[in-house]
């Protein structure tokens, strides 16, 4: 009775709650080794330890370990065999406790995500429908998703083809600098003038991202949940280097999933961003664009580390998804591709020079005249691609002249020199709708900051105005030709000698047109102007004192082209 008074004390200092947790786990490896020598465990007992699927919670957790705490006092009997029988019971339940611990701390992240939860419910279905191994499962689950998305990203480049084509015709989003106009009012204006042309929404250009980053990472957070939980068949679920996908990369073979989403990276940067466009980026936006592309640059350096810490099977998902970014890119960047998507193919004055190469004069103040060379249009600028367009223009090539003017204004939308030219190139081609748009774009930048005070500004607004009157006037309506062409009249002359015959061209054609109308006494005023600055201009004087229709014709014919 002694031995038996010593043992149940000894128990009960034992089953304190302060050494309860402490006891446990001894008592969970005795029950391991029970499990592992016994070939033929119950039903019950098996079922109970090894289904993942068990609904832990804090009221099974009491119950266990209160039934524990019943079988530790339910004897009475001072045998060793009533001592072992404790044993086994407490290993039990320890065993019990460290499962259920273990399968609450695992589950706890995923079943606050219910898209995890369900992507993983989708993976498993198809992974049980078609008995692939889990490598091809989760890449063939990759093409699925872009695939699906490729349909968004199509309509958003329609949407933003139809932005590029309207938003020359919208007023600017903000006031020029010291107008005096209300931030508020000009917006209100953009998006009044937005909405009655047909203009999409700008917020077109962040569509495809808003769905593609958030499958991204919904994508790449489950297959690393699997991973780490050791999802069913992920330990044999891969192939060659890569045959579990739950291991992080090692060994000899371990680099070649961090090279490889590097190197993929790397070239996604590259091919996004040109290394000639970004040169013609100006202003903050090139200087941002060049730290961005910098960054990202950085980024492949963190990306090829970051790896090393990421399971093989988050690893396969992240190339697949690269790799079919790469080939996206590439394909939209084909002409024959962007055609039959019926996306707009800017590659082809860039194609159309690389094929050709065309001879022209070395860009060099120590050039020879006669001395040719053989250039990529591609790397010249676009005050260089101008004056050659102006070149093929003199041999009346004008399928040429166009194309490199519209290379011009790719490299520099805003160059208003190549605007006007485009727009007098259009006009000999009898396009006069198109060219009133470059024309009148024209005149909108040069007013956006302002009034023109510089020389070489003075001389391009009333070129402008000049050729914007005439297409105008082609087109029958003299009323918006008439308001363009007494801009050049409302100005002071010039002093500069090219900028003051251009000025008196204007006024002449201003006088032509005030003629037509029946303004007879305002045509002859700026023809008096005109003709004493030209003596040549005094027959124009006559005729029209003698009202002579030989006066009104087709003014643009007959005018320089002095660029």
């Known amino acids: 009775m002694a031995t038996s008074s010593k043992l149940s004390s000894h128990i009960r200092r034992r089953l304190r709650p302060s050494s309860a947790f402490n006891f446990l786990p001894a008592l969970s490896h005795a029950r391991q080794f029970h499990l592992l020598t016994n070939p033929n465990p119950k039903s019950n007992s098996s079922t109970n330890l090894l289904s993942p699927h068990l609904p832990w919670n804090a009221y099974s957790f009491r119950q266990t370990l209160t039934s524990s705490h019943s079988r530790f006092f339910s004897t009475g009997s001072s045998d060793d065999s009533d001592f072992v029988r404790f044993g086994d019971s407490g290993a039990d339940s320890g065993t019990q406790l460290e499962v259920m611990d273990f399968g609450a701390t695992a589950s706890t992240g995923e079943e606050s995500l219910l898209p995890v939860q369900g992507l993983i419910s989708v993976l498993d279905q198809f992974h049980e429908l078609t008995g692939l191994p889990w490598w091809i499962v989760i890449g063939s689950s990759t093409v699925a998703m872009r695939v699906t998305l490729l349909p968004l990203l199509i309509v958003q480049l329609k949407k933003l083809k139809r932005i590029g084509e309207l938003f020359p015709k919208l007023p600017p989003p903000l006031p020029p600098m010291f107008s005096g106009k209300s931030y508020i009012d000009q917006i209100s204006l953009f998006r009044k003038e937005r909405r009655a042309i047909g203009c999409p929404s700008f917020m077109w250009f962040l569509a495809y991202l808003s769905v593609q980053i958030p499958c991204f ?32 990369p090692h060994g000899v073979s371990g680099p070649i999933f961090p090279l490889l989403i590097a190197g993929l990276h790397y070239a996604n940067v590259q091919i996004s961003f040109k290394v000639s466009s970004l040169k013609e980026m100006k202003g903050m936006f090139g200087l941002l664009a060049k730290y961005y592309k910098h960054y990202l640059d950085f980024m492949t350096l963190l990306l090829f580390i970051f790896a090393y810490y990421m399971p093989q099977g988050s690893l396969v998902y992240w190339v697949t998804n690269s790799t079919l970014s790469v ?88 160059y208003v020199r190549a605007l006007i030219i485009m727009g007098q190139t259009l006009l000999q081609k009898q396009l006069h709708a198109e060219a009133t748009e470059y024309l009148e774009h024209a005149i909108t930048k040069l007013f956006s900051t302002g009034h023109p005070t510089e020389v070489e500004d003075i001389d391009l607004l009333i070129l402008a105005s000049q050729w914007t009157g005439v297409a105008y006037i082609r087109q029958g309506k003299f009323k918006e030709g008439i308001v363009h062409l007494e801009r050049i009249g409302q100005l002071k002359e010039p002093d500069e000698p090219k900028s003051k015959a251009h000025y008196y061209d204007g006024l002449l054609m201003l006088a032509s047109a005030l003629s037509n109308v029946g303004r007879k006494d305002e045509a002859l005023k700026h023809l008096r102007l005109a003709a004493a600055y030209n003596p040549a201009y005094s027959e124009y004087v006559e005729q029209c004192e003698n009202e002579d229709d030989g006066l009104i014709s087709d003014l643009a014919s007959s005018r320089r082209a002095d660029y």
């Open 217 to 248: 990472f919904l994508w790449l957070t489950t297959i690393r949940r699997m991973s780490l939980d050791n999802h069913l068949g992920f330990d044999c679920g891969g192939t060659l280097w890569f045959q579990n996908l739950s291991e992080l």
């Open 327 to 414: 080939i996206q890119q590439l394909a939209l960047k084909d002409p024959a591709v962007r055609a039959k998507l019926g996306l707009p193919v800017n590659d082809k004055p860039t194609e159309t020079v690389n094929s050709e190469e065309l001879g022209t004069p070395e860009i060099s103040p120590l050039a020879s005249p006669t001395k040719m060379k053989k250039i990529s249009l591609q790397n010249l600028s676009p005050k260089d691609l101008v004056n050659l367009s102006i070149q093929v223009l003199s041999q009346r090539d004008k399928e040429t002249a166009l194309q490199l003017l519209e290379l011009a204004l790719e490299k520099d939308p805003e």
